[in-house]
């Protein structure tokens, strides 16, 4: 049998054994605390427990301290296979956290009890990022069950807080220094449906809240008030037309291949319809090509939030909410892309094609640390809406394709 043959099988094998780590993962609620949830603990307890009977060389623990849970830290788990020549290692990364399961009476089923049905099972963290978590552990499961050394070693790790900027995963592991500069990396924690787009740039994240105030009167006394509301909206305009301008480069990695700035969230002023709000609050959602430092744009945003309010005698701040500098693209041509290339080529039979993605994965963070890092996934793209699904064939694809990336390292 060829190697490609023996690990079909073997997966096969483990099929009912991954469908039902699948359900246990979904079942359990690991919503980050910072969206009001109870955090990765229990989760991480299962998954230690899972693989602790596996032939993992070394699985450690490293929890980050963590006043926001009762308990004190946030988990994130590291686990190691020992390549034959173990120069380096190649690290799979996906989260443990969840986000938030939104309103329940847009679910089919409850979101933490997985039902399967029509070949997928639903519920809250099955695509983001428990298939993708599932698919690579057992990726490596398969590998150790056929009895194979690959050359490289192969680190396993699952991070807590991916949905809420990574303070307590990541971030908090890149510190503890447990990365190499010759390591290879794999996040997979976004993708398409049919498997076929790798990730290897994406574009910074601006998100601004933008306050202007003004003096609250009566609707019928604009001459005693000012009009916060009124003086944000001509402020916001003239920003988004503004940016559009200046920053209009066009870079065909992205799929939408410019810069966007979004004016979304817009927070309640006054309840009545008779008032002059005296203060307004909006917010943008800007995603940036790498092509820009983000730094300079804001100082400009800053500068523009000044002179408008001099010129109107109004008082506009502008706050960053989220703001994350894109770090310069992986090559298409790095070994790592080459690897996840070659493996989706081998056990799926397509041609996969290299992009960039609005942002922001934990790659991005991989990724200004000056490593290489590969981000691919099959998913339906139902990460964060009601009724988030995993196709079982893809859990079960994207496990094979794992095992064949691992086998040949
Ligand atoms: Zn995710």
């Given at each position: 049998m060829t190697i490609k043959e023996k690990i079909q099988k073997k997966v096969e094998e483990l099929k009912p054994e991954i469908i039902e780590s699948m359900k246990k993962f979904i079942s359990i609620n690991s919503v980050n605390p910072r969206a009001g949830g109870p955090g990765e603990k229990e989760v991480a307890e299962f998954l230690m427990n899972l693989i602790k009977g596996w032939k993992f060389d070394l699985i450690k623990r490293y929890d980050a301290p963590d006043d926001a849970v009762p308990y004190g830290f946030r988990p994130n788990i590291v686990a190691i296979y020992k390549g034959s020549e173990g120069k380096r290692t190649i690290w799979i990364i996906t989260h443990m956290d969840k986000v938030p399961a939104g309103d329940l009476s847009l679910w089919k089923y409850d979101p933490f009890n997985p039902v399967e049905e029509d070949g997928k099972i639903y519920g809250r963290g099955s695509e983001d990022n428990g298939a993708s978590l599932i698919a690579s552990i057992y990726g490596v499961k398969t590998i150790m069950d056929l009895g194979i050394r690959p050359k490289d070693n192969l680190g396993i790790v699952l991070v807590s807080d991916e949905e809420t900027g990574s303070d307590y995963g990541i971030k908090y592991l890149i510190k503890q220094g447990i990365f190499d500069k010759n390591d290879l990396f794999i996040v997979p924690d976004s993708g398409n449906p049919k498997g076929d787009f790798i990730e290897i740039a994406e574009k910074s994240i601006m998100w601004l809240k933008i306050i202007t105030e003004g003096k609250q009167a009566h609707a019928s006394r604009p001459d005693i008030g000012l009009n916060a509301h009124r003086y944000g909206m001509k402020f916001s305009v003239f920003l988004d037309e503004y940016l559009h301008k200046k920053y209009n480069a066009t870079n065909e990695?992205?799929?939408?291949p410019k810069s966007s700035f979004e004016p979304t969230k817009k927070l309640n002023n006054v309840e009545n319809v008779n008032t002059i709000p005296g203060t307004d609050v909006i917010y943008f959602d800007c995603r940036v090509l790498p092509d820009y430092n983000i730094d300079e744009i804001f100082n400009e945003i800053l500068l523009l939030a000044d002179d408008f309010s001099k010129k109107h005698s109004i008082k506009i701040k502008v706050e960053k909410i989220q703001f994350e500098q894109a770090a310069p693209p992986t090559s298409e041509n790095s070994e790592i892309v080459l690897k996840v290339k070659n493996a989706i080529k081998e056990m799926r039979n397509i041609e996969p094609k290299v992009g960039g993605i609005g942002g922001g994965t934990c790659a991005a963070l991989i990724r200004k640390e000056g490593l290489p890092a590969a981000v691919w996934a099959t998913i339906?793209?139902?990460?964060?809406?009601?009724n988030e699904y995993v196709k079982i064939e893809n859990l079960i694809n994207d496990t094979k394709v794992y095992a064949y990336l691992i086998a040949n390292s």
């Open positions: 990695l992205f799929d939408y339906d793209e139902t990460a964060h809406q009601p």
